[in-house]
């Protein structure tokens, strides 16, 4: 069974930094697409980045510049390094796991909140 842990979320202000990390476990890690993603309250869930399984990348417009994703696949874990945080980043950080079947996994999330 496949499940995902995410963790690193917290409080920061504005301009730091947080890196959230999400363990992966129940798959073959390094077959599995993987992605970052948000969403705030009253908002949808959004896009933050992606990585394949080949590691190539992909990012929010917002984002761009700001967050790198990572992954280590001796470990099982993809990281999504944030820098340079604004308030409008704050929101709940969900990690997503699409195996090469394409089926889609969902960690259970980990808040972060940025303060003005």
């Known amino acids: 069974q496949v499940q995902l842990v995410e963790s690193g979320g917290g409080l920061v202000q504005s301009g730091g930094s947080l890196r959230l990390s999400c363990a992966a476990s129940?798959?073959?890690?390094?077959?599995?697409?993987m992605g970052w993603y948000r969403q705030a309250p009253g908002k949808q869930r959004e896009l933050v980045a992606t990585i394949t399984s080949r590691g190539s990348t992909n990012y929010a417009d917002s984002v761009k510049g700001r967050f790198t994703i990572s992954r280590d696949n001796a470990k099982n874990l993809v990281y999504l390094q944030m820098n340079s945080l604004k308030p409008e980043d704050t929101a709940v950080y969900y990690c997503?796991?699409?195996?090469?079947?394409?089926?889609?996994?969902w960690g259970q999330g980990t808040q972060v909140t940025v303060s003005s």
């Open positions: 997503k796991l699409v195996t090469e079947f394409r089926y889609e996994y």
């Open positions: 129940g798959t073959i890690f390094r077959l599995n697409d």
